[in-house]
Each structure stands twice: as C-alpha cells, then as structure tokens.
C-alpha cells in the first residue's frame, strides 16, 4: 500500500541536542511539506519542497533544517536553536504542486518531547 | 493574521443529528477549500473539497457550502455519528501559493 512513512513516532530530547525525523513516501508525489501542530494553534508550516534537492522556508522555519536528497525522502532536523520544539511534527506529501485541489496526504506523525 | 479561521474551537452534537463546522477566510484569491478530519496522534486525512466556482459539493453524509460573497464556508454532517468525533481542520489554497492554509481547527464531539 502506498503512503506516507514517519520515524520515529515519539521522541525525547535533551535540551542542545539535535533530533533528525524521518520522512518517506511511495506514493511518487512531488511536493512535501512539514508542519508542527501544538495545541490550539492548527498546523503551521515549516518547510516545503517542490523538487528534489530544492526546498522553501514555510511560517516557522527558525531552528529547523530540511534536506531533499531523493523523490522519496525529506527528513527534518530540529536543532537546537529551535527554542520550543516540543510539538507534534507532521510530514505531507502531494501530487502536483500547483493545480487543482492540492490534496496532501499526511503521514501519521511523530511526537517530539524535549526533557 | 490568520487568513483561514475557524472561530469555534469545540462543538458537541447528539448522534444522528446534523453537525455544522463553520469556517471564514479572508483571501479573495483562494480558488479551492478543503476540509481534513484528525483523529488524536494521527495525521490528518482528507475528507471534501470544494472548488471556489461552486456553492456545493456533497460526498455521501459530508456536504461544503460555500458563500464567496461572505467569505464562508461550512462542512455538513448528517446524519452525526460517535465515530465522526474528531478534530476538523479547514484549509484554503491559491491566491498565488499552491500550499494550503490551515485554520485552528474545530473538535468535534458525538454523543451516543
């Protein structure tokens, strides 16, 4: 079955330390996305990426990096410049990027908990 | 400033009535509005989209009005049920981005 893969689904982390989380899907779309929940707040935008090896700052890049190596794969890195990053990281990935309804599909999510 | 806003952040209905999920937005330009269902420690799932040249677009009990004049829109859900408890997310996308935008969300709760 096709769909979006994220690792690990929870996570702690010490204060200074960087975390990478893990971004795969098979479903051989373009575009994919990060965002952050935190409660109240909705879904907000960190990074995204249209093409392999190209990728765009969303509304809340500060602290955070992106790579896109591969069709298939965009982790993200917390670093520890990020002052608040306890949250709940989600990864979206979508076919086109510019026509039509631009329905993403997300994959499951991974909780981040800095101790 | 929030260009998609969901004003209600709960909402509780009885199970087999409708439940109405209001959403506003600001941009003129968005061309396309969809609505995403969460469930606690799950990612989002795609539940109905609308096109800004229509006012309707129905899929089984889901139904999306939109009122462009207003710069409104609403999901529909009849009849309710307890598995329908879950967080609904309003997005909105164009104006010259083809990334969405999200409001805050609104939870939704079915009694039995």
């Known amino acids: 079955d096709g769909g979006i893969t994220q690792s690990p689904k929870y996570l702690f982390r010490k204060e200074g330390q960087n975390v990478t989380l893990s971004c795969e899907q098979n479903?051989?779309?373009?575009?994919m996305y990060w965002y952050r929940q935190d409660p109240g707040q909705g879904l907000r935008l960190i990074y995204y990426?249209?093409?392999?090896?190209?990728?765009q700052k969303g509304d809340i890049a500060e602290g955070y990096s992106v790579s896109r190596e591969k069709k298939e794969s965009f982790p993200l890195t917390v670093t520890s410049a990020q002052k608040n990053p306890t949250a709940f990281y989600l990864c979206?990935?979508?076919?086109?990027?510019?026509?039509?309804?631009?329905?993403?599909?997300f994959g499951a999510g991974s909780r981040l908990t800095v101790l | 400033d929030q260009q998609v806003k969901q004003n209600s952040p709960s909402l509780s209905v009885q199970e087999g009535r409708i439940s109405i999920l209001n959403c506003d937005y600001t941009?003129?330009?968005?061309?396309?509005f969809l609505w995403y269902k969460k469930y606690p420690a799950e990612g989002p799932t795609f539940l109905i989209s609308?096109?800004?040249?229509?006012d309707k677009n129905e899929d089984g009990r889901f139904t999306v009005f939109l009122n462009k004049s207003a710069k409104h829109l609403s999901l529909h859900i009849v009849p309710s049920q307890p598995g329908d408890s879950a967080v609904y997310f309003c997005?909105?996308?164009?104006?010259?981005?083809?990334?969405?935008?999200f409001g805050r969300g609104t939870s939704l709760i079915v009694h039995p």
């Open positions: 979206a990935s979508s076919k086109y990027g510019g026509s039509g309804a631009n329905v993403l599909t």
């Open positions: 479903l051989n779309h373009d575009a």
């Open positions: 990426s249209q093409i392999v090896n190209d990728f």
């Open positions: 941009n003129s330009m968005f061309d396309y």
């Open positions: 609308i096109s800004s040249i229509k």
């Open positions: 997005a909105a996308k164009g104006g010259g981005s083809y990334i969405p935008t």
